[in-house]
């Protein structure tokens, strides 16, 4: 009798392919939030309304999942739970705990407090190109503590992605010295730190879960950091507008977070953070339709940016057989 979970894995999609739906929701997002975050007063209560709304969408769709597996199949639950794509060892006892508690605690709390108050602080432009470094923090992490060897299509990928990502933001000009762009950068080091902590939990524990941990955990830490600062009061007070706000991203989040833990539970994290790297593209052309203006600009940049994903693509398949 052939064995379901062998079939199930062979018909789930790539982790690559699922890394190309996270830059698109990505590159959503980051348009979208850069007027939403602008519709409160506060960027931590922004934070906090659309984390929870994140939360409740990732439970809801979970719940929903498991029960309709429960109902077809008793055991099916077991095939949602993938393991990890690479040969990583699975963190257990202690450092399994502290794992979890970084993925809560700073990957969806300290950290979005920082993004978003960064990003209240400066414009989108910087704030793109910023996040979109994380494939370079990721990849000088990936060897040393996950093992992922660096092909030179992967150099090739990296190189082409950010200097691509830099052509379409105009160059590095505008990356001056302030609390907006240093807040964003460090969010963006604390994501990466966490890219990694997530990939060596995912390879016991699946994406769902881990989402969950990430989402909830962080609302908890983001509530306690309103209380703790006077602005609860805020949040309980919110107004339809920025419940609708909220929402929205709050459902983009969710989606986000989704797909981006089931990528990294299928693929190499230095893969599936160069494909992200693309989500620059998708904000561009919402940008362009938005204000009525031209993509010619950009040609160049996106050309990179599409070259770079086609190197990513080129090298994917080599390393999966190596």
Not at 12 to 27: E, H, N, W
Not at 109 to 137: M, N, Y
Not at 214 to 225: T, W
Not at 296 to 315: E, N, S, W
Request: net charge positive; hydrophobic share 60%.
């Amino acid at each position: 009798m052939a064995n379901p979970t062998s079939s199930a894995a062979k018909t789930r999609l790539p982790g690559l392919y699922v890394a190309g739906a996270t830059a698109i929701v990505s590159g959503i997002s980051v348009f979208v939030n850069s007027y939403g975050v602008k519709s409160f007063t506060s960027p931590a209560v922004y934070t906090t309304a659309k984390n929870l709304a994140a939360t409740l969408v990732i439970a809801a769709v979970a719940a929903v999942a498991w029960l309709v597996a429960r109902r077809e199949r008793p055991n099916a639950w077991r095939m949602a739970l993938p393991a990890a794509a690479d040969p990583a060892r699975p963190l257990s006892g202690f450092s399994r705990l502290a794992g979890f508690l970084y993925v809560a605690a700073i990957g969806g709390g300290a950290a979005f407090i920082f993004f978003f108050d960064g990003l209240a602080r400066t414009s989108a432009v910087p704030a793109v190109f910023l996040h979109d470094t994380l494939v370079i923090w990721v990849a000088l992490a990936a060897l040393p503590l996950l093992g992922e060897r660096l092909g030179r299509w992967n150099l090739v990928a990296i190189a082409l992605l950010v200097v691509g990502v830099t052509a379409t933001s105009g160059g590095v000009g505008h990356l001056v010295v302030n609390s907006g762009n240093a807040l964003v950068l460090a969010a963006t080091v604390l994501w990466a730190i966490e890219t990694i902590i997530a990939k060596r939990l995912l390879a016991g524990v699946g994406p769902s879960t881990l989402a969950l941990v990430r989402m909830g955990g962080g609302a908890v830490v983001l509530l306690g950091y309103l209380g703790a600062t006077g602005q609860f009061h805020t949040l309980v007070g919110l107004g339809a507008s920025e419940l609708r706000w909220a929402l929205v991203t709050g459902c983009l989040l969710g989606a986000y977070v989704a797909t981006w833990m089931t990528a990294l539970s299928r693929a190499r994290a230095v893969d599936v953070t160069s494909v992200l790297v693309a989500s620059a593209a998708v904000t561009l052309f919402l940008d362009a339709v938005v204000h009525h203006t031209g993509l010619a600009p950009d040609t160049l940049g996106l050309v990179l940016l599409a070259l770079g994903v086609v190197a990513v693509i080129r090298a994917w398949p080599r390393v999966a057989r190596a």
